[in-house]
């Protein structure tokens, strides 16, 4: 058994046993590496906790999207932001904003639709703030 095997096994028991005697498997399989190949272990090893860290890092990103958005939602009509400004409908933007499954995945916003989004505030919050001044006048 390969050291990315056991290190995937070790992180899906919960046994505290098992999982000290999965790290000390680890530790004799790396010990028979060359140093070669222990570097290239510990680059790939680095390179998926990075890939976890930003896995987390964009999954905390649509949380707080998710948590700004539900703040203002009660004051603002979302179907109509759907319909206006992306050409869709209330339920897309909703799956966005919530993170629903569709097709077995998460809905999330793309990088180019959660830059739309914040324009689109943005938009709103000028054309409020222009009506409040018309209205004081």
Request: aromatic fraction near 8%; include cysteine; proline fraction near 1%.
């Amino acid at each position: 058994m390969d050291i990315e095997s056991l290190m995937q096994r070790m992180h899906a028991v919960t046994d505290e046993n098992e999982k000290i005697q999965i790290e000390s498997l680890i530790k004799k399989e790396f010990n028979t590496l060359s140093d070669i190949e222990k570097e290239i272990v510990r680059k790939e090893f680095c390179a998926l906790w990075q890939k976890k860290i930003d896995h987390t890092a964009q999954i905390l990103n649509e949380i707080n999207i998710a948590q700004e958005i539900e703040e203002i939602s009660k004051y603002l009509s979302l179907s109509r932001i759907a319909k206006d400004y992306f050409g869709k409908s209330r339920e897309w933007l909703y799956q966005r904003i919530k993170g629903y499954n569709v097709n077995g995945k998460p809905a999330k916003f793309t990088d180019s639709e959660r830059i739309k989004l914040s324009q689109v505030l943005a938009d709103l919050s000028r054309k409020i703030k222009e009506t409040s001044i018309r209205i004081s006048s």
